[in-house]
């Protein structure tokens, strides 16, 4: 079936350090968007992205959109220990109204204070 | 913003028993629901998606007799886990979006844990 890889699975930084995950798939996407998870918690929607080369920024957080719309990328600058969590890119693959989305395997981010 | 709520949640069932998980969109009208499951340390996989007013659609490996979907409003929708086994013991989060708005986030609810013993 249709995959959204993400990588990588986990990542330690130390705080202060940047931090980038990815998101790649075989077909080209709709849109796509990112979510963070909290331990012990469920995920809150960041952003989405819908054109190709899209790049939009969020405070430290910097999102984009590959040019062939089959990548995306979120990078963290400057980590603090509140970024702690796992970060989902979710791909909507069609255009319908369905609002379907495929998550990609997450980034769980640890962060050393 | 959408708030979504989830009850219970937590559950622990005995094996063969069926438990009821409910899915509340609480200050807006969800015509379409959906329901994920993740194991520990893994990622969201969409079980199916609940329609209001008609069948819910299921994923591909989803047992549809298993995992019973009813959206009896635009704000409810419950998914039912018939004859649990300690297999299905997981976390179950639903989402909806608020397409009156014409929001396209998802909104998700703070989940069920089940386990089965």
């Known amino acids: 079936g249709q995959q959204v890889m993400q990588i990588p699975q986990y990542q330690h930084v130390q705080e202060g350090e940047d931090f980038t995950t990815y998101c790649n798939s075989s077909?080209?996407?709709?849109?796509i968007q990112w979510y963070k998870q909290r331990p012990g918690g469920h995920p809150v929607f960041l952003i989405q992205l819908v054109k190709s080369g899209e790049v939009k920024k969020q405070k430290r957080l910097t999102f984009q959109f590959g040019e062939a719309k089959k990548n995306s990328s979120l990078h963290i600058t400057a980590t603090q220990t509140t970024d702690v969590g796992t970060y989902f890119c979710a791909a909507k693959l069609h255009s319908g109204n369905t609002g379907k989305l495929i998550f990609g395997q997450g980034t769980t981010l640890q962060v050393k204070p | 913003g959408a708030v979504v709520s989830q009850h219970p949640s937590w559950v622990i069932c005995k094996s063969g028993t069926s438990v009821k998980i409910e899915c509340r969109s609480l200050d807006f009208q969800a015509t379409t629901m959906f329901w994920y499951r993740q194991f520990p340390k893994q990622s969201l996989m969409l079980m199916a998606t609940?329609?209001?007013?008609?069948?819910?659609?299921?994923e591909q490996g989803v047992e549809k007799d298993k995992f019973l979907i009813n959206h009896a409003s635009l704000t409810l929708s419950t998914l039912t886990v018939t004859s649990a086994h300690p297999e299905d013991s997981s976390f179950y989060i639903c989402s909806a979006r608020d397409w009156d708005r014409g929001s396209y986030e998802q909104y998700f609810g703070p989940g069920t844990r089940l386990t089965v013993t």
């Open positions: 077909t080209t996407l709709s849109n």
């Open positions: 609940s329609n209001e007013g008609s069948k819910a659609t299921y």
